[in-house]
């Protein structure tokens, strides 16, 4: 197959995913240098609407819908994602198919004042734009505040920074990926903060009747990271995994296996269920799917069940 001539990637217009976009962008530019490689700059729902938490606007879809329109469009032919923001059941005429190497999936404590979630005083707001964080940090420590925060990472730690919060909690990956990892006082633990499914990978989608772009795109695709989120997000789309969830999944590789810890909460952190299983890399979706269903079976059933509940009302 001929290299491609023009290749052009659709991105929000965040600084993170500009980075992200610009990243695969010099990547397709190195392997494919005679190939002009521009980006589609576009502003999504999800960016737009920022007085409301994900839960209760739709979710991390709203991240996608209008570049997936670009794809359908032909004005793109690739859209790269941050990948806990990529809905795990994506549908045709779509496919993920490219997950590049894993950054830093844990999360990140950034404060100006405390170095720690456990230095924080009874009261202090922790600012988090996650379920899943809050209910971990509500199980761990209950005599916190934990307030919506929304926005660019930017906005976010303006808001901070003007004394809204006195810490919050970011994925530490965007954080690095702009130069700005000295915001962060310190890391958490997978073991105290699990983190999202794909969190720290990036993905690229495609239409799937694009053979072409999936045989250029596969030199960036990393093996092992792969079969960390094919677990990860089989946990997420076996429970219907979505931001009304405060769902965690975190696959590593030990050797030629999968180990995979997951976690589903109630928001408020009184109820958190675990589960942990191991298996062949080639097992990588099975491992998941086994994952979620000890965990159903554990009693996450019900808790699922309360939150659609809730989110029906």
């Known amino acids: 197959m001929s290299a491609p001539q023009r290749l052009v990637i659709a991105t929000r217009a965040s600084r993170l995913a500009l980075w992200q976009a610009e990243h695969v962008r010099d990547r397709l530019r190195t392997l494919y240098p005679d190939c002009s490689v521009e980006l589609l700059t576009l ?11 994900l839960s209760k606007v739709g979710g991390k879809g709203l991240f996608v819908k209008e570049l997936e329109t670009a794809l359908l469009d032909g004005r793109a032919d690739l859209a790269v994602h941050s990948l806990k923001d990529v809905p795990v059941d994506l549908q045709a005429p779509f496919e993920l198919c490219a997950v590049l190497e894993r950054a830093d999936p844990r999360d990140a404590f950034v404060s100006n004042d405390y170095a720690t979630l456990a230095d924080l005083p009874a009261g202090a707001v922790v600012g988090t734009s996650s379920l899943r964080r809050e209910s971990q940090i509500r199980q761990r420590y209950p005599h916190l505040q934990v307030k919506p925060l929304r926005g660019n990472l930017d906005t976010r730690l303006g808001k901070l920074d003007q004394g809204d ?79 009304q969830v405060p769902l965690a999944a975190y696959a590593v590789l030990d050797g030629d296996n999968v180990v995979l810890r997951a976690l589903v909460a109630s928001p408020d952190g009184k109820q958190v269920i675990q589960s942990e299983h191991t298996g062949p890399v080639a097992q990588a979706e099975q491992i998941g799917e086994a994952a979620a269903q000890a965990l159903l079976s554990k009693g996450a059933a019900a808790i699922l069940a309360a939150l659609q509940d809730t989110s029906a009302d």
């Not at 502003?43 to 938490?53: A, K």
């Not at 596969?218 to 076996?238: F, I, K, M, Q, Y």
């Open 165 to 243: 919060y006195a810490a919050i909690v970011l994925a530490a990956a965007g954080l690095q990926r702009l130069d700005l990892g000295h915001r962060i006082r310190s890391l958490l633990d997978p073991a105290d903060s699990l983190p999202a499914a794909g969190q720290g990978a990036l993905g690229i989608e495609i239409r799937d009747d694009r053979a072409d772009l999936r045989a250029w795109l596969s030199p960036l695709v990393c093996r092992r990271t792969t079969a960390c989120v094919l677990a990860e997000r089989a946990v997420s789309r076996t429970l219907g995994g979505s931001c």
């Open 43 to 53: 502003t999504t729902r999800g960016d737009q609407i920022l007085d409301r938490t």
